[in-house]
């Protein structure tokens, strides 16, 4: 599975609250990618300007990877105490940055923005 395809599904994520509807496939990215069934911890940081916009971390492995990776993009997009909720015209210039944690260390992709600035 490609880093693609988890930032794809951080950023589907963030767009289902921005469009107000549930777009992500569960059953077809779990039929795909049985690796999004594994309990894997995940932190996403959403940068504006290259300033952190928002944060989300689990500590524990306790979620799939696929849930983790939506819940926590909502939270750092939406429910990060240190940040109002984060605004389409924002989301078009946010970068993603997910880190996952596993047996074998720290892993971490980072997204482009949708539009640059």
């Given at each position: ?10 950023r ?11 777009s ?6 779990l039929e795909?990618?049985?690796?999004l069934?594994e ?7 959403l ?5 952190v ?8 492995p306790q979620r799939?990877?696929?849930?983790d ?15 109002d909720p984060?605004?389409?015209s924002?989301?078009l210039?946010t970068t993603?940055?997910l880190?996952l944690?596993t047996?074998d260390?720290e892993l971490?992709h980072q ?7």
């Open positions: 599975m490609s880093q693609s395809v988890l930032l794809t599904i951080a589907a994520s963030i767009e289902e609250v921005l469009q107000a509807q549930n992500i496939d569960r059953n077809d990215l795909n990618y049985p690796i069934r309990p894997i911890a995940i932190q996403i940081t940068f504006l300007d290259n300033k916009r928002g944060s989300a971390k689990s500590e524990t799939s990877l696929l849930e990776i939506i819940h926590n993009s909502k939270i750092a997009a939406f429910q990060d105490e240190s940040f984060l605004v389409t924002e989301y210039h993603i940055k880190t944690f047996a260390g971490s997204s482009e923005a949708i539009l640059k600035a």
